[in-house]
């Protein structure tokens, strides 16, 4: 891939406002909940936004924050009551782009772990794939269920200073948040019923039924008999309460790897009325411990022998092993390429431009302008590993250049997008907070865009990170009916 051909702008941006036009006048499909609120006066925001914290307490929805200390920190779910508003139209192009992706991002992977024709053709560079991490020489050659590899995906979009949306990144190993998003909706609908009774937002509550009927899909054995296990870490995993969430709501088994066996191919569920065959797994561990006999020997939350019976036809994994080659961020430059070789197409929905750090004219572009760059580790997640260049330190600065040049391949960098911005109800006020957007794509007999995801929003003020893992919240995400 050549270097970007114009560099990043320079100066200071206006980020786009989607509650407000350039007039400071609510847009037009806020219109109606602007008035409410104005009708409704500060009292009533104060008492249902003391509700929903209250309710999400009740109901136990929290996640965990890891210290420096490793020791886990288990946190109330932070909720902002204002929905965000996505018209029928603006959804028709994120839905078709999401599709689009989805579909040329699991071919690539099924071209990888096959006949590598991408590699052949010179659309990829051989180094990029073979130096990467995630990419599983161990899994090459076997055909997953379907011919599917990205079964749940999490695609990470924001509006850019223009109003355009944007990807940012593609989740496909074990995206989360799904749970959040579904209990947002929960939440937001008994606190706001009036609300729903003036707009037509469309569901996003049957996430789990949709999902069920994907992995039903993945038996082995067929349809009408599939036995599935969500396969967890833990209860000290960050995101546990979306694994207990998800078993129960899909009225699956959660288990761990002990909790599983493997005899001549198959892998079976230990239970108090002996083994159960298990047809498929939706794991929620990553690669490495996934089994012991083939990646990790250490790992302890695995089950020996999975891949095997992978291999063999007799269990269906999912997200497959291997998917995460396919959203390291150093081969997401390349997905634009990846869209036009497999289908043909230009693509729907753009990416973010995007500097490699193994091309010597980017890199030394980049060590020059680090002030107005987002530096980020191609494996790294949940905003770890990365340098927000205007909040950075000259100290900080060095090190990541110094990371960089010892280890290029590990590093991207992107210049800083000022996320677009919404109204939140902030201690007693309306202010704007930037936000970003996690749909969630299924893709079983079909593919299929649950109409919402999760909107995450960087609760500090002037922040530009959303995670949850550093200070970032969470809204309701509407969309739209035509």
Known sequence: MPPLSSPASSGPKTSYHEFYADDFSPRDHYRLLWDHIRATGNNALETKDHE??????????????????????????PFDLIPRIITAAEWVRIESGLKQRVKALNLFLEDLYGEQKIIKDGVIPP???????DFRREIVGIVPPRGIYTHISGIDIIRDEQGDFLILEDNLRTPSGVSYMIENRVIERRILPEFFNKYRVRRVEHYPSLLLDALRCLSPRGKGTAEIVLLTPGIYNSAYFEH???????????????????VNDIVYLKTTKGLKRVDVIYRR?????????????????????????????????????????????AVYPYVPDIIRYYLGQQPILKNVPTYQMTNVT?????????????????????????????????????????LVTENPRNYIAQPVVYLSRHICYMD???????????????????IQVVPG??????????????????GGGSKDTWVLAE
């Open 362 to 402: 980017d890199r030394e572009y980049v060590f020059d302008n680090m002030e107005r760059m987002v530096v980020k580790a191609v494996s790294e997640s949940g905003g770890y590993g990365m340098l927000m260049g205007p909040s950075s330190t000259a100290a900080s600065r060095k090190e990541f250049m110094d």
């Open 127 to 133: 180094e990029l794939i073979y130096q990467g991490k």
């Open 244 to 262: 207990t969430f998800l078993a129960k709501e899909m009225g699956i088994e959660l288990a761990e790897g002990r909790d599983m066996v493997v």
């Open 453 to 470: 995801g999760l909107t995450r929003v960087a609760l500090r003020k002037g922040s530009l990170v959303v995670n949850s893992s550093q």
């Open 428 to 446: 007693g006020e309306l202010e704007a907070r930037h936000l970003d957007l996690r749909p969630f794509v299924i893709y079983g007999e079909d």
């Open 52 to 77: 929903s914290q209250l309710a999400l307490q009740t109901e136990g929805v929290t996640f965990t924050v890891y210290g420096e200390s490793e020791e886990g920190i288990e946190r109330i779910w």
């Open 285 to 329: 561990i990553d690669d490495d411990y996934l089994d012991p006999l083939i990646f990790r020997s250490d790992s302890s939350l695995g089950i020996a022998g999975v891949i095997n019976a992978w291999r063999a036809g007799n269990v269906a994994i999912v997200n497959a092993p291997g998917s995460g080659i396919a959203d390291d961020k």
